[in-house]
């Protein structure tokens, strides 16, 4: 009863009490229900109730089938439906076509609820409804992407309208302010049916939102040559999977301790190749793999393999410590958490010796989940790392929320301080290591190319460097060489 809108209920109630009392043997009856995504869709519910020899009811079954796919409004939004759209001849006229999709819309909606996430899509299509010019068509499509559809209109005014609604979703009353991305086509040019259409949509939205939020992409060769190598790319990751991880190996790169210059601990870095594939980055095949939630299988394995080389090293050389990253979404469920504790007895691996890297591009959105997970784990001993610190937005509520151990400085903080004058890496350092020191969290450089930024770095006090002039990510056995030769 609590997912059938409160409108509903008592036409609801009528009618199936009528067959539970016996007084009729028909359900039928039209009503809202929440989804899984907390959004009320109509639903259509029909059943009757088959009586034995004897006429006493047997089974009551039915059938329940959602209405508002074949409707031909958005109930939420009043907007025409994909269904609707999919209608439409695009094979005749000159027109043009954008995708609107609002950028984090499931953080929106985590973070404030999905009553507040549907305000914001009845709001955004009250003002798709404003600016738009009467002969166009407007759609929503799904979710948080809507279809504005100019029959004999053209790209350059789409894109128009595109940054006239990406400035009004700043300053709606009411909402704070959230952004939109977009992709354009045209038609016949890039395509005369729904699908054709669509799917090039749908890769110039994806294009768009990974360029920058906020951004509009035209469909191009480049998009589509684009999404055809992710698509090779994500085909051959699948079967590397199935075929035992094969082609993927960790590479170690040396973090020295900032005093005595000395290795005390390395990275683990994620390489994969094929025989066809020689030159995914990481940053490339990773996204891939986080985007189809694949990185929950190879996030086992990279623990699994770092955990091997600790248990080598821990033997071998008595305290280097080994890092792994991992991603939010493989922290979801508490299993991987558990399997990382278990993996440490079974190897009889040193908790003190494992830090567990959280990339912060990962928008953690349940802090708290985190917090209760990393605690298990330090309570143990193991060492949590907050990748990254400074390049996403959420860097200081993640570090509020969450205890860490240490926190890798990006990158691109260490690389700017030679730039002549620039007063602001230099202080943005100097001032997130006292913080560091005040809160006893060790701090990190990371991505130290020169001797010059070394000297820096080490006169700000950090903890502990990392970068090119010491040596790239190597293969395990390499790393072995390196450390033989620094202790020898
Ligand atoms: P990250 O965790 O920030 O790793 C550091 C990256 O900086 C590595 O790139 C490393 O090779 C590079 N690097 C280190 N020192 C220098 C330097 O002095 N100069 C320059 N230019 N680069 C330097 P890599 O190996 O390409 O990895 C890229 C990213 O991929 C990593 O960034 C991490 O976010 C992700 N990644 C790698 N392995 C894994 C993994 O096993 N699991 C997950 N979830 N992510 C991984
Ligand atoms: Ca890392
Ligand atoms: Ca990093």
């Not at 992409?217 to 085909?235: P, V």
């Not at 601990?265 to 390489?271: A, D, G, Q, W």
């Not at 912060?360 to 309570?379: I, P, V, W």
């Amino acid at each position: 009863m609590e997912y059938i809108h409160p409108e509903d209920r008592a036409a609801y109630l009528k009618d199936i009490e009528a067959v539970f009392s016996g007084a009729s043997t028909r359900h039928s009856c039209q009503y809202r229900a929440k989804n899984k995504y907390g959004d009320y869709v109509w639903l259509e519910c029909k059943g009757s109730v088959i009586a034995d020899a004897d006429g006493k009811p047997l089974v009551f079954a039915g059938l329940m089938t959602r209405l508002d796919n074949q409707n031909k409004y958005d109930p939420l939004t009043h907007l025409l439906t994909n269904y609707e759209m999919q209608k439409y001849d695009f094979s005749t006229g000159n027109g043009a076509i954008l995708l609107l999709g609002i950028n984090a819309f499931r953080k929106i909606n985590n973070t404030n609820g999905f009553l507040y996430g549907n305000k914001v899509l009845v709001a955004l299509s009250e003002c798709l409804d404003h600016f738009t010019d009467k002969c166009d068509r407007i759609y929503r499509f799904q979710g948080d992407e809507f279809v504005i559809l100019s029959p004999d209109g053209s790209k350059e005014a789409l894109c128009k309208l595109f940054h006239i609604v990406n400035d009004y979703c700043n300053n709606i009353r009411g909402l704070k302010s959230f952004s939109v991305s977009a992709g354009l086509v045209s038609y016949p040019e890039d395509g005369t049916d729904f699908n054709t259409l669509m799917s090039n949509l749908e890769h110039s939205l994806e294009y768009a939102k990974e360029q920058k939020s906020g951004w509009i992409a035209e469909f191009s060769e480049k998009i589509s040559q684009r999404h055809l190598r992710t698509s090779r790319l994500h085909e051959a990751l699948t079967q590397s999977i199935h075929n035992n991880y094969e082609g993927f190996e960790l590479y170690f790169q040396p973090i020295l301790d900032a005093k005595t210059k000395k290795i005390t601990e390395c990275e683990s870095l994620l390489r994969w190749k094929t025989p066809e594939i020689q030159d995914a980055t990481p940053y490339e095949f990773i996204k891939i793999l986080e985007d189809s939630g694949e990185i929950r299988e190879v996030g086992y394995w990279v623990m699994e393999e770092a955990l091997r080389h600790a248990a080598i090293w821990q033997k071998k050389y008595n305290n280097i410590s080994v890092s792994f990253n991992v991603s939010y979404i493989q922290l979801l469920d508490g299993e991987f958490i558990d399997k990382l504790i278990a993996t440490a007895k079974e190897l009889q691996v040193d908790p003190r010796l494992i830090m567990v890297e959280l990339t912060e591009s990962c928008n953690a959105d349940d802090t708290k989940m985190l917090s209760l997970q990393f605690d298990k784990l330090q309570k143990l001993g193991f060492k949590i790392a907050m990748d990254d610190f400074g390049t996403e937005y959420a860097s200081f509520g993640l570090l509020h929320d969450v205890t860490m151990d240490v926190l890798k400085i990006d990158q691109k903080f260490v690389r700017g301080l030679i730039r002549e004058g620039n007063k602001t890496d230099m202080a943005i350092i100097e001032n997130v290591v006292n913080m560091c020191r005040q809160l006893s969290i060790q701090t990190v450089a990371e991505g130290i190319e020169t001797e010059e930024i070394q000297d820096i770095i080490r006169s700000i006090g950090v903890s502990y460097l990392q970068g090119y002039l010491y040596s790239k990510p190597v293969p395990a056995a390499a790393f072995e060489r390196m450390v033989e030769g620094e202790r020898r």
